[in-house]
C-alpha cells in the first residue's frame, strides 16, 4: 500500500527554519520523483520543489530559491524540505507528493500521482 507521511512542520518566528520530512512506503524512490506543494488559505496549490528520481536534479519555484533545499535519503526512503530564512508567506499546509519517473522541470500539483496527508507551516511573531 502507498503511504506518504509527512512531520516536521509547527509554528516558527519570521527568520527561523524548520526541516520537513516525507516517508514513504509502497514504493521506492529509487523509482519517483518527490516533490513538495503547499497550499495558504484561500489560495490554489503550489508547487515548491521536487528532486528527480533519477540523477537527483532538484528544482524550485522561485519564491524560495536559496532558502529551501531538497534532499532524500532512498536506503530510508524519506524525503526532506530544509526551510532557512522563513517568511510569513511561507506560511501553509506543505503536502509531499510522488510522480513515477524522472523529472525535467518543476510539477504542477496536479501531475503527482500520490500524496501525503500534509503538515502545517505557520510563520508568524
Known amino acids: 500500500q502507498v503511504q506518504l507521511v509527512e512531520s516536521g512542520g509547527g509554528l516558527v518566528q519570521p527568520g527561523g527554519s524548520l526541516r520537513l520530512s516525507c516517508a514513504v512506503s509502497?514504493?521506492?524512490?529509487?523509482?519517483?520523483?518527490i516533490g513538495w506543494v503547499r497550499q495558504a488559505p484561500g489560495k490554489e496549490r503550489e508547487g515548491v520543489s521536487c528532486i528527480s528520481s533519477s540523477d537527483g536534479r532538484t528544482y524550485y519555484v522561485d519564491s524560495v530559491k536559496g532558502r529551501f533545499t531538497i534532499s532524500r535519503d532512498n536506503a530510508k526512503n524519506t524525503a526532506y524540505l530544509q526551510m532557512n530564512s522563513l517568511k510569513p508567506e511561507d506560511t501553509a499546509v506543505y503536502y509531499c507528493?510522488?510522480?513515477?519517473?524522472?523529472?525535467?522541470?518543476?510539477?504542477?500539483?496536479?501531475?503527482?500521482?500520490?500524496w501525503g496527508q500534509g503538515t502545517q507551516v505557520t510563520v508568524s511573531s
Open positions: 507528493g510522488a510522480i513515477r519517473g524522472e523529472r525535467l522541470w518543476l510539477p504542477n500539483p496536479g501531475e503527482y500521482d500520490y
Open positions: 509502497g514504493f521506492s524512490l529509487d523509482y519517483y520523483s
